[in-house]
């Protein structure tokens, strides 16, 4: 029997790797089966990942694995100012966004290891309240790892 064991690691997604980043989320879902069309949008996001990772309100996370030399998962975290209230004293809000991994890679802890990196970076910088949206099929994989459905 054939076993498949990655050597995956986690880390900061350099700018030249925000287009990988952008092209996973296209395997997370299928844009014009949600009504958008075309792409022009793209090299405005690749902007706004720049110039909010310079200003320290975004990561872009990127898992790569040793043996095929690409990038095969990815996370964005965004921190934004919200009000401050009783259970976000700092007003400091996480957002999780374009978690992905290739189909290859799913089911050996990759996303974890995502998901892990982009909350040790939440931590640092003091953020105590996450949230995301999550397609039907990774509700189970956020439950797992501490989330709740939101019950509004």
């Known amino acids: 029997m054939d076993t498949f064991d990655p050597l995956v690691t986690t880390r900061?997604?350099?700018p030249d790797e925000?287009?990988?980043v952008i092209e996973l989320t296209h395997?997370?879902?299928?844009a014009s089966e949600i009504g958008v069309q075309?792409?022009?949008?793209?090299?405005?996001?690749i902007d706004w990942l720049g110039r909010a990772s310079k200003d320290g309100?975004?990561?872009?996370c990127v898992a790569f694995d040793s043996a095929t030399e690409k990038i095969v998962?990815?996370?964005i975290g965004i921190i934004y100012d919200d009000l401050p209230q009783p259970w976000?004293?700092?007003g400091k809000m996480g957002y999780i966004r374009w978690m992905s991994t290739t189909e290859d890679f799913r089911g050996y802890g990759v996303g974890e290891q995502v998901l892990n990196h982009l909350m040790k970076w939440f931590d640092e910088n003091k953020v105590v309240r996450v949230q995301l949206h999550a397609t039907d099929k990774a509700i189970d994989f956020y439950l797992q790892?501490?989330?709740e459905k939101d019950t509004y």
Do not use: I, K
């Open 12 to 14: 900061t997604a350099t």
């Open 18 to 20: 925000y287009a990988r």
């Open 27 to 30: 395997e997370m879902y299928n």
């Open 38 to 45: 075309g792409n022009e949008w793209e090299q405005d996001a």
């Open 57 to 60: 309100n975004c990561e872009a």
């Open 73 to 75: 998962a990815s996370g």
């Open 88 to 90: 976000l004293p700092n």
């Open 145 to 147: 790892h501490g989330f």
